[in-house]
């Protein structure tokens, strides 16, 4: 069983920065692959970035080069380093974790940009 709590959503300038934290809990999430995926109102839920559990990392294309995600396995935290924010990055954004064979995900955390 994994729980996962995220923070650091809020509001933001166009051009900002942001960090978005994830808490996880678990003995085995170092296996496990994890993410941020958003939704905003109206629009299909989007896989941002995700990295491994070998450290590999993929970035959706309209984050590239803005955002970073990174992974504490001792402190069990997941990071998404946001920057150059756009008021369309405005969604709300969800941690998951996840193997071949389950899946998890946070409440989410609230990310608005204004422009």
């Known amino acids: 069983q994994v729980q996962l709590v995220e923070s650091g959503g809020g509001m933001v300038q166009a051009g900002g920065p942001l960090r978005l934290s994830c808490a996880a809990s678990?003995?085995?999430?170092?296996?496990?692959?994890v993410g941020w995926y958003r939704q905003a109102p109206g629009k299909e839920r989007e896989l941002v970035a995700s990295?491994?559990?070998?450290?590999?990392?993929y970035y959706a294309d309209s984050v590239k080069g803005r955002f970073t995600i990174s992974r504490d396995y001792a402190k069990i935290m997941v990071y998404l380093q946001m920057n150059s924010l756009k008021p369309e990055d405005t969604a709300v954004y969800y941690c998951?974790?996840?193997?071949?064979?389950?899946?998890?995900r946070g409440q989410g955390t609230q990310v608005t940009v204004s422009s």
């Open positions: 678990g003995r085995t999430f170092g296996r496990y692959a």
């Open positions: 990295i491994s559990s070998g450290g590999s990392t």
């Open positions: 998951a974790a996840w193997t071949s064979t389950s899946d998890y």
